[in-house]
């Protein structure tokens, strides 16, 4: 079993950054691929960025070039450094953990998800 216990959401103003923060507990962390998802109201999750156990890093298009993922497997941490935010990136963000490793952008390759924390992007 894994939990996911995601911070570091808020309100910024457009243009602001924020780094979110993804604390895993289980023993699998280093071996999992990781992902971050969000959803705005009325609207569907959808994926941000992933990184594999590897390292190997995924982004949306969307959050190409202004979103960094990275982890650190000593403290079963993953982050989103969000930089450039602008107001469509308002949604609930939620940290996912698939077992099988290698990153992916489908929802239903992650096994574990956290409770999500809330970004506003508002002037």
């Known amino acids: 079993q894994v939990q996911l216990v995601e911070s570091g959401g808020g309100l910024v103003q457009p243009g602001g950054s924020l780094r979110l923060s993804c604390a895993a507990s289980?023993?699998?962390?280093?071996?999992?691929?990781m992902g971050w998802f969000r959803q705005a109201p009325g609207k569907e999750r959808e994926f941000v960025a992933a990184i594999s156990w590897r390292h190997n890093t995924y982004y949306a298009d969307s959050v190409a070039g202004r979103f960094t993922i990275s982890r650190d497997n000593a403290k079963n941490t993953v982050y989103l450094q969000m930089n450039s935010l602008k107001p469509e990136d308002t949604a609930l963000y939620y940290c996912?953990?698939?077992?099988?490793?290698?990153?992916?952008?489908?929802?239903?390759?992650?096994?574990?998800w956290g409770q999500g924390t809330q970004v506003t992007v508002s002037s």
């Open positions: 289980g023993r699998t962390f280093s071996s999992s691929a």
């Open positions: 996912a953990a698939g077992a099988a490793g290698s990153g992916s952008t489908s929802l239903t390759a992650y096994d574990y």
